[in-house]
């Protein structure tokens, strides 16, 4: 048994394919080569990464190079030339707008929904939307995020009435472009957007079950299941079929 030795070191140097030609290079049955050609092939095939390492290694490259795409597309989704300039928003800031949201709606497919206020929810778009997409301003950036995303259920409503066609045909003419843009990006990730936040809302679902039969005395057990058993048994047939 050949270990790697001080005179294959340098193959520690050499990449996949450099190992893999010499392999190829010497090739031939292990009969057929002589002691130098095995105690080499031998060395060869230690210096290669397992594949395990070389499909863990390939999966990274992968998930660089979907990252990397997704935030070209992120920088390119919205550009200037997409929009017009008006009195109180220029195009350059409608394009900001539009970029912000699209990192919101990618947190939030991503991460679901909180209530802590993630960075992609800026005071820009807090503002836009607040003024020009049918909301009001809930006092501050954080009231809003606090009265219309920072739960599952909420958040899911936000997004189905930022994907709704209707809020262009309500918005005034100088925000109808960008507005526009809004609407197709949630549309383009609200299957995402469901899948994420309808989990979310059967989560906070069953800890308000849980609590509410804690503060009753009722014993729980793991996932909620003996809450609902428990709830329906003693509430009759007919409060047990809401659950």
């Known amino acids: 048994m050949f270990e790697l030795t001080e005179q294959f070191a340098h193959l520690d140097r050499w990449s996949v394919d450099q190992i893999e030609a010499r392999i190829a290079e010497i090739g031939g049955p292990a009969e057929s080569l002589t002691e130098r050609e095995r105690a080499e092939m031998h060395a060869l095939k230690l210096a290669l990464p397992s594949q395990g390492q070389l499909v863990c290694e390939a999966r990274a490259r992968v998930q660089q190079r979907v990252k990397q795409r997704r935030e070209q597309g992120r920088r390119g989704e919205a550009t200037p030339a997409a929009f017009m300039d008006t009195q109180f928003m220029s195009a350059v800031e409608k394009a900001k707008v539009v970029d912000d949201f699209t990192r919101l709606v990618e947190h939030v497919a991503e991460q679901g929904s909180s209530s802590a206020m993630p960075a992609a929810f800026t005071v820009r778009l807090y503002e836009h939307i607040s003024s020009h997409c049918g ?35 309500w918005s005034v003419h100088d925000y109808r472009d960008v507005n526009g843009a809004l609407v197709g990006i949630a549309q383009a990730r609200m299957g995402a957007l469901k899948d994420a936040l309808q989990k979310g809302v059967r989560t906070d679902a069953m800890k308000a079950i849980e609590a509410l039969a804690l503060a009753a005395g009722i014993e729980v057990s793991v996932g909620g299941r003996h809450v609902l058993e428990a709830v329906a048994m003693e509430s009759g047939p007919a409060q047990a079929a809401l659950f």
């Open 135 to 169: 909301h009001i301003a809930h006092y501050d950036r954080a009231g809003f995020w606090r009265a219309q995303l920072s739960s599952s259920r909420l958040a899911l409503a936000f997004f189905e009435g930022m994907a709704d066609s209707r809020l262009v045909a």
